[in-house]
């Protein structure tokens, strides 16, 4: 029952989110035509949900530890539903302002999400089954995704108020759920099943205090963070835009046929990464595995510069561009996260992938502003154009990053591209704190 919860609770979540880019013609509709509703207004809608998330990743941690993981998860899929109820009524009731709010309280409440659903899990179940359970929770939520970029551009032409209410009666759902978690949590807790959970006192002042450590990660710590901000920011902006792209250019799909292409990355990454995870654990060289996850994504974003100037080859269609895209984001979730949890110090561990999600989400503000910018403000076709260039420059840009990162590593010792079994051997001496000569000790003998 717990298992189904934590699948189910974010699962509102990601279907609300791209929302907007799955019914962006129709909206555009709805609100009067591209005049009222530009395409700055429509990426603003996914620019305002990363607002909160700039502060938000260095507090919600002591807020869930404050207020305990089972009131944590039912306020803040609260937020989420409350934020999509008010997009909704102003959707309904053609307010632009109202939409902003409600996405921003989606954007507060997501961050909290995924830290209370990451709390439950680590109660429930041993250390030695999490990797599997976390892959049925992606799976479950990256299929959220999926299923809204097919289901609600057919909603949509039934009626655009249907589409959106759509969205809240699933975060309702989530919503519900976060109340089943609990009321299981709580049973699970009186029967002895988990633990008691414990309310930590870590102090504000502490938390900030800790954060000037971020200024002593190592270089490729910073490397690896740039390199995943860049890389999100150009996957889920393409998200965002690509159904339009693939609607205005080239062979200028129908909206249903945009919205499937969009939904096959997702589809992709419910099933990929677990595979990555184990070939990359099993094998290692997990450099080289994000360098080539960069190299693919900068294909896919080129192949796209190639669709909407109106190449009509097989490998510059719509179905090849996205394949490869899902391939790359599968690959990288799979190498970029455990990479950045082996190179920093395990006290510093947290405060790195908050720094990771910060830049993440200033990713996701600048990229979409600057591309709304300009398709906003130049005629088409070049809008698009202009559009793909961008998503093609940041692309590059993380795949550079990602080659300097590699070849810092090997100018250190190269551990981030050793094999599995050596990669085994570095992190059990971390853990047991044997010595560095032990460890090169260990090495040798396997070699």
Same mark, same amino acid.
């Given at each position: 029952m717990i298992l189904l919860c934590l699948s189910l609770i974010p699962y509102g979540l990601y279907w609300s989110y791209d929302i907007p880019?799955?019914?962006?013609?129709?909206?555009?509709?709805?609100?009067?035509?591209?005049?009222?509703?530009?395409?700055?207004?429509?990426?603003?809608?996914?620019?305002?949900?990363?607002?909160?998330?700039?502060?938000?990743?260095?507090?919600?941690?002591?807020?869930?530890?404050?207020?305990?993981?089972?009131?944590?998860?039912?306020?803040?899929?609260?937020?989420?539903?409350?934020?999509?109820?008010?997009?909704?009524?102003?959707?309904?009731?053609?307010?632009?302002?109202?939409?902003?709010?409600?996405r921003i309280l989606i954007g507060l409440g997501g961050e909290g999400l995924f830290v209370t659903q990451g709390k439950f899990a680590t109660r429930w179940f041993p250390g030695d089954k999490l990797s599997f359970l976390f892959g049925i929770v992606i799976a479950g939520s990256r299929l959220g995704t999926a299923l809204n970029f097919v289901a609600m551009p057919a909603l949509a032409r039934v009626s655009v108020p249907l589409a959106v209410w759509m969205g809240s009666v699933v975060c309702g759902v989530s919503f519900v759920c976060s109340g089943v978690a609990y009321w299981v949590d709580l049973r699970g807790e009186k029967l002895e099943i988990v633990g008691p959970y414990e309310y930590h006192q870590t102090s504000l002042k502490k938390i900030l205090l800790?954060?000037?450590?971020?200024?002593?990660?190592?270089?490729?710590?910073?490397?690896?963070?740039?390199?995943?901000?860049?890389?999100?920011?150009?996957?889920?902006?393409?998200?965002?835009?690509?159904?339009?792209?693939?609607?205005?250019?080239?062979?200028?799909?129908?909206?249903?046929? &945009?919205?499937?292409?969009?939904? %096959?990355?997702?589809? +992709?990454?419910? *099933?990929?990464? /677990?595979?990555?995870?184990?070939?990359?654990?099993l094998k290692g060289f997990t450099s080289l595995w994000v360098s080539l996850s960069n190299?693919?994504?900068?294909?896919?974003?080129?192949?796209?510069?190639?669709?909407?100037?109106?190449?009509?080859?097989?490998?510059?269609?719509?179905?090849?561009?996205?394949?490869?895209?899902?391939?790359?984001?599968?690959?990288?979730?799979?190498?970029?996260?455990?990479?950045?949890?082996?190179?920093?110090?395990?006290?510093?561990?947290?405060? &790195?992938?908050?720094?990771?999600? %910060?830049?993440?989400? +200033?990713?996701? *503000?600048?990229? /979409?502003?600057?591309?709304?910018?300009?398709?906003?403000?130049?005629?088409?076709?070049?809008?698009?154009?202009?559009?793909?260039d961008i998503l093609l420059g940041v692309s590059t840009f993380s795949f550079l990053l990602s080659i300097i990162a590699l070849i810092t590593d090997q100018a250190n010792g190269g551990k981030l591209n050793s094999d599995g079994k050596t990669k085994h051997l570095l992190k059990e001496s971390l853990k047991t704190k044997i010595s560095q000569t032990d460890t090169e000790k260990l090495i040798d003998f396997k070699k």
């Open positions: 880019g799955a019914i962006q013609d129709n909206l555009t509709r709805w609100f009067g035509g591209p005049t009222k509703y530009t395409e700055a207004d429509h990426l603003m809608m996914y620019s305002v949900y990363s607002y909160p998330n700039l502060l938000t990743p260095l507090f919600v941690g002591y807020f869930i530890d404050k207020v305990g993981v089972r009131y944590g998860a039912i306020i803040t899929a609260g937020l989420i539903l409350s934020g999509q109820v008010l997009y909704s009524l102003g959707v309904q009731f053609l307010q632009y302002w109202l939409c902003i709010i409600g800790s954060m000037k450590d971020l200024i002593h990660l190592p270089k490729i710590a910073w490397l690896v963070i740039f390199e995943t901000a860049s890389f999100y920011a150009c996957f889920i902006t393409f998200l965002a835009v690509g159904s339009y792209i693939f609607q205005h250019t080239g062979q200028f799909h129908s909206e249903a046929s &945009a919205s499937l292409f969009i939904s %096959i990355p997702n589809f +992709l990454s419910i *099933i990929l990464p /677990p595979l990555f995870g184990k070939l990359i654990d190299l693919l994504q900068s294909l896919s974003m080129g192949l796209l510069l190639c669709y909407a100037l109106g190449m009509d080859t097989a490998l510059c269609s719509p179905w090849v561009v996205v394949s490869i895209s899902g391939i790359a984001y599968s690959m990288f979730v799979s190498a970029t996260w455990p990479m950045i949890a082996f190179i920093v110090e395990e006290d510093k561990v947290g405060r &790195a992938f908050g720094a990771a999600v %910060i830049l993440e989400n +200033l990713g996701y *503000i600048i990229i /979409p502003a600057i591309i709304g910018h300009f398709q906003t403000n130049l005629p088409e076709p070049s809008k698009y154009y202009v559009t793909v």
